[in-house]
């Protein structure tokens, strides 16, 4: 079945193409960042990565407000983001997109994603903005959308080559090619490959109370090689197909946490090998029809190895495969000018083998279906839609959890109170839920399949202003969102002497204000200036019961204020960047006693970039400089962070 819906859209391929040819049209300006949309998004583009100093996906967000990176530390360490308090299991991240699921953990690693071979990143909350998308687009609290590289070649210059090295401390060595082909006036091809090795070796500070004693993180080498292949064949934007094929492979030491008086363990390894392949058609009709195809395919393959467990064979040696079938077809229509609806239906199927003693091998069958609508009325836009969900999920041994079906509405609206249209209020209500993952419901020695969805409902409120300008600054724009978020039936894992379970526990209400201002200058006719600023306050509490000690306490890891602010030069061909993020204190569990509060940092890259061209072949140099000030911090309790350290890149383009 599977080979059959990836040979789906082929069949579409000789339709008439009924799109006319545009006369095109230069304009020379400055471009606004896209800030006034219905839902509230933040994006970056490849063009800024380098002054963000992000060589993955988590380094290019970290910077938007209402973000949190939980970040293990080193160059292999484990990197999930949480969006306004609700976790990482609340955010789904969209590979061209088709979303990257993991049905075990349901969280992705966003360290694994580089940015070689990425145009665009972009952070919805609540849901896109487009309604002619997959259903699963529907069914996360907020989306990280990741946009790929297309080929853009002509008749002229068929192909195009981009060759580059990245190398600094802990020991980095990361070569990667791109190679861009056009095949005809409709194919064109691009593949990208990297090494990444790194011992991961890095200096930190440990306090006893009264000093403070040098050490070596070790066991946190990685060892990553990555090939990705797109295919794309183009009538013209109205009528295109893409085919992507991607497989990752790593293995990595995992450091154990550094307590106090306590060697940290070493000899725990993680190996994984991961595939997916996956294909996309798109159709849109003079008539007023957009149609949209996906189709995927996805193996992950994790092995992990603790010599040190304390258990009767002396360390544990796991070995898991999970795999995910995946159609989804999505309709709209214009049934006037001003306003569109659409229907979406998404199919996937997860399963799961592992080589543990009583595993329940379960199958997940999910149905997604979704109708929506967005009408706009003058300066008014009102966005509607209704998901429904229905699971069913069998196991080959032990008992199961019970079948799903669940209906979750979003109201969105917009509305442009002036005849300038730069200022713009905005609002949203969403419901909507996250499964238990397989983990949560079969992993340990005591499961519990009676878990309950984890819900949530979203408010938001804010305004926005873009404003193009001709004097000094080129442009401003400024937005601000306040929000709130009740989440019921919070999964929470409890330990106990010898393993622990996953329970329904808590009861969270979330209230926060999101920040973001930029702008861009011309300081004479060389010099161009640049600044991004970012704020966001984040109160999350138990509310669960008020006669505990920890009720109106604090949620772990969030914390109360985030402040980021990005500022550069460019000049000519060079461009010298600082980046700044300072967090204030949180704590690590539900207690909020002073002994687990986690103090708070301010941690600043300083990064510059240098673009030529040698025989008209452009090439990058950068430099880099993480943690200027040699900061002494940790993100997450006992996994302390890198000290000052520095990466070079050479690129050139052919």
């Known amino acids: 079945?599977?080979?059959?819906?990836?040979?789906?859209?082929?069949?579409?391929?000789?339709?008439?193409?009924?799109?006319?040819?545009?006369?095109?049209?230069?304009?020379?300006?400055?471009?606004?960042?896209?800030?006034?949309?219905?839902?509230?998004?933040?994006?970056?583009?490849?063009?800024?990565?380098?002054?963000?100093?992000?060589?993955?996906?988590?380094?290019?967000?970290?910077?938007?407000?209402?973000?949190?990176?939980?970040?293990?530390?080193?160059?292999?360490?484990?990197?999930?983001?949480?969006?306004?308090?609700?976790?990482?299991?609340?955010?789904?991240?969209?590979?061209?997109?088709?979303?990257?699921?993991?049905?075990?953990?349901?969280?992705?690693?966003?360290?694994?994603?580089?940015?070689?071979?990425?145009?665009?990143?972009?952070?919805?909350?609540?849901?896109?903005t487009n309604i002619c998308q997959p259903a699963r687009s529907f069914a996360s609290a907020s989306i990280l959308s990741i946009t790929t590289v297309k080929p853009?070649?002509?008749?002229?210059?068929?192909?195009?080559?981009?060759?580059?090295?990245?190398?600094?401390?802990?020991?980095?060595?990361?070569?990667?090619?791109?190679?861009?082909?056009?095949?005809?006036?409709?194919?064109?091809?691009?593949?990208?490959?990297?090494?990444?090795?790194?011992?991961?070796?890095?200096k930190y500070l440990v306090n006893n109370g009264s000093t403070?004693?040098?050490?070596?993180?070790?066991?946190?080498?990685?060892?990553?090689?990555?090939?990705?292949?797109?295919?794309?064949?183009?009538?013209?934007?109205?009528?295109?197909?893409?085919?992507?094929?991607?497989?990752?492979?790593?293995?990595?030491?995992?450091?154990?946490?550094?307590?106090?008086?306590?060697?940290?363990?070493?000899?725990?390894?993680?190996?994984?090998?991961?595939?997916?392949?996956?294909?996309?058609?798109?159709?849109?009709?003079?008539?007023?029809?957009?149609?949209?195809?996906?189709?995927?395919?996805?193996?992950?393959?994790?092995?992990?190895?603790?010599?040190?467990?304390?258990?009767?064979?002396?360390?544990?040696?796991?070995?898991?495969?999970?795999?995910?079938?995946?159609?989804?077809?999505?309709?709209?229509?214009?049934?006037?000018?001003?306003?569109?609806?659409?229907?979406?239906?998404?199919?996937?199927?997860?399963?799961?083998?592992?080589?543990?003693?009583?595993?329940?091998?379960?199958?997940?069958?999910?149905?997604?279906?979704?109708?929506?609508?967005?009408?706009?009325?003058?300066?008014?836009?009102?966005?509607?839609?209704?998901?429904?969900?229905?699971?069913?999920?069998?196991?080959?041994?032990?008992?199961?959890?019970?079948?799903?079906?669940?209906?979750?509405?979003?109201l969105m609206a917009t509305v442009k109170p002036f005849d300038d249209q730069s200022f713009q209020v905005r609002g949203f209500y969403k419901y909507i839920f996250r499964l238990p993952t397989f983990n949560e419901l079969y992993y340990g020695f005591v499961t519990n399949t009676n878990l309950k969805p984890e819900s949530t409902n979203q408010y938001d409120a804010g305004i926005t202003y873009n404003k193009s300008l001709s004097g000094l600054l080129d442009y401003i724009t400024f937005t601000t969102d306040a929000y709130y978020n009740n989440v019921t039936n919070k999964i929470v894992y409890i330990p106990n002497l010898y393993s622990g379970s996953s329970q329904n526990f808590g009861k969270v209400e979330i209230k926060g204000l999101d920040v973001s201002a930029k702008t861009q200058a011309k300081l004479g006719s060389d010099y161009m200036a640049l600044l991004s600023v970012n704020y966001s306050y984040q109160q999350a509490l138990n509310v669960t019961d008020p006669t505990s000690s920890e009720y109106l306490n604090q949620l772990p890891y969030i914390p109360k204020n985030t402040f980021a602010i990005n500022a550069g030069i460019n000049k000519g061909k060079i461009g010298i960047y600082y980046n700044q993020v300072i967090s204030s204190s949180r704590y690590y569990n539900n207690n909020n006693s002073p002994d687990d509060e986690l103090p708070s940092y301010a941690v600043g890259d300083l990064s510059i970039v240098y673009r030529s061209s040698a025989k008209h072949c452009p090439i990058v140099l950068s430099a880099a400089i993480n943690n200027l000030f040699d900061k002494n911090y940790v993100v997450v309790q006992s996994y302390p962070m890198p000290g000052r350290s520095f990466r070079f890149s050479l690129q050139i383009t052919i």
């Not at 998004?41 to 209402?66: H, M």
């Not at 060595?173 to 082909?181: E, H, T, V």
């Not at 003058?378 to 999920?393: C, D, F, I, P």
């Open 1 to 128: 079945m599977p080979l059959c819906l990836l040979l789906l859209p082929a069949v579409l391929f000789a339709q008439k193409d009924t799109t006319k040819k545009l006369r095109d049209v230069n304009i020379s300006t400055s471009q606004l960042p896209q800030i006034q949309t219905i839902a509230p998004s933040q994006q970056i583009t490849a063009n800024d990565f380098d002054r963000y100093s992000a060589v993955n996906v988590a380094d290019a967000i970290r910077d938007f407000p209402g973000v949190i990176i939980k970040d293990y530390g080193g160059i292999g360490g484990l990197k999930t983001v949480s969006v306004r308090g609700l976790g990482a299991n609340h955010t789904a991240v969209l590979y061209d997109g088709v979303q990257i699921n993991d049905a075990e953990n349901g969280q992705v690693d966003l360290g694994r994603l580089n940015l070689n071979n990425v145009q665009q990143v972009t952070l919805y909350n609540g849901q896109p």
């Open 152 to 202: 853009n070649l002509s008749l002229d210059k068929p192909y195009q080559l981009t060759a580059g090295v990245k190398a600094g401390s802990f020991g980095l060595f990361n070569p990667y090619l791109q190679w861009q082909q056009r095949l005809s006036n409709n194919w064109s091809f691009i593949i990208n490959s990297y090494t990444e090795n790194a011992n991961g070796q890095y």
């Open 212 to 410: 403070n004693t040098g050490q070596t993180r070790l066991g946190s080498d990685i060892a990553a090689q990555q090939v990705d292949g797109s295919l794309y064949w183009t009538k013209s934007d109205s009528n295109k197909f893409n085919f992507h094929i991607n497989y990752y492979n790593s293995d990595r030491g995992l450091p154990g946490p550094v307590i106090l008086y306590t060697p940290p363990p070493v000899g725990q390894r993680l190996w994984n090998q991961d595939f997916f392949s996956q294909a996309g058609y798109e159709y849109i009709w003079r008539t007023g029809f957009h149609l949209l195809l996906n189709t995927k395919f996805s193996q992950d393959f994790l092995h992990y190895f603790d010599p040190q467990f304390p258990n009767s064979v002396g360390g544990l040696d796991q070995h898991f495969t999970q795999r995910e079938f995946y159609q989804s077809a999505a309709l709209s229509y214009h049934l006037l000018q001003n306003w569109e609806v659409s229907y979406a239906t998404d199919f996937s199927l997860n399963n799961m083998d592992a080589d543990l003693p009583n595993f329940h091998y379960p199958t997940r069958i999910t149905l997604l279906n979704v109708l929506a609508t967005n009408l706009v009325l003058g300066k008014t836009t009102l966005q509607a839609s209704l998901l429904n969900t229905n699971v069913t999920e069998t196991v080959r041994t032990g008992t199961t959890t019970p079948n799903r079906n669940i209906y979750s509405p979003t």
